[in-house]
C-alpha cells in the first residue's frame, strides 16, 4: 500500500486495562471516520474519549501532514499493547499484603484515504 495515503497517531499511556481498550478498538475498524467519531461521542464506556482522542489526532495528522481528503479516510487499523504497570499493595489480614496492579495501555490508529478507483480496482 502506497504510504502516502495513510497517517498514524499514537498514545502509549492510556490508564485502562488492554482487554477493555481492546474492545472499543476492534468496533471501529474499517469504518469511516465520520461513523466512527460518531460511535465514540456517545459510548458510554470511559475509555471511548481517549480513543476519540487518538482518533482525532491521527485525523488531524492526514489532513495537516499528509494533505489526504478527510471525507474519503476509513481507518485501516486500530491495536492495542501493553505499557507500563503502576504496583500497589493493599493491606489484608494478619499483617499480610497483596499487590494491585493497575494497567496502563497504548494505543495506535491508522487512517487511510480509499477512493472509488480503489475499489472499482479491487473488485
Avoid at 499511556?13 to 471516520?33: D, E, G, Y
Avoid at 458510554?44 to 479516510?73: G, M, P, Y
Avoid at 494491585?100 to 495506535?108: A, E, G, R, V
Wanted: charge should be positive; charged fraction near 30%.
Amino acid at each position: 500500500m502506497n504510504q502516502d495515503l495513510k497517517a498514524i497517531a499514537k498514545d502509549n499511556t492510556i490508564r485502562v486495562s488492554p482487554l477493555k481498550l481492546a474492545n472499543i478498538a476492534r468496533s471501529i475498524v474499517n469504518k469511516k471516520v465520520s461513523n466512527a467519531v460518531n460511535q465514540l461521542k456517545f459510548s458510554n464506556k470511559r475509555v471511548s474519549n481517549n480513543v476519540l482522542k487518538v482518533l482525532n489526532a491521527a485525523i488531524a495528522n492526514a489532513e495537516n501532514n499528509k494533505q489526504l481528503d478527510i471525507d474519503n479516510l476509513y481507518i485501516k487499523e486500530a491495536f492495542v499493547g501493553k505499557s507500563l504497570s503502576m504496583k500497589r499493595f493493599r493491606p489484608r489480614a494478619k499483617g499480610r499484603a497483596a499487590s494491585i496492579l493497575k494497567p496502563f495501555s497504548k494505543l495506535t490508529i491508522i487512517v487511510e484515504e480509499r477512493t472509488k478507483l480503489k475499489k472499482e480496482k479491487d473488485n
